[in-house]
């Protein structure tokens, strides 16, 4: 997964559908297409949800300097959960 980069937007779900349209058009006539990373959401709310700020330091530890999740750990100062539910926080 090293390099690759998404995009985090919002967007209406008609935007979804019609970029999905486009792209089947595009193969259907035989043209490549792009790959694309992207990571929409529907609500504003839902992204702010998902983008605490420990998450965005947690995001940006890990650009910065790649590492195990225990070298991670000790580089933010957190806890690693112990019954495995990273999705608690």
């Known amino acids: ?7 985090v937007t919002t967007a209406p779900i008609d935007d979804f559908f019609r970029q999905g349209r486009e792209i089947a058009q595009k193969l259907d006539r035989g043209e490549k297409v792009e790959s694309i990373r992207l990571i929409s959401f529907e609500d504003p709310e839902d992204l702010l949800e998902l983008l605490t700020t420990g998450r965005v330091a947690l995001f940006r530890a890990i650009k910065n300097e790649p590492d ?4 991670i750990v000790e ?5 690693l959960p112990s019954h495995g539910n990273a999705g608690s926080r």
């Open 75 to 79: 580089v933010e100062d957190r806890a």
């Open 68 to 71: 195990s999740i225990a070298g």
């Open 1 to 7: 997964m090293t390099g690759e980069h998404y995009t």
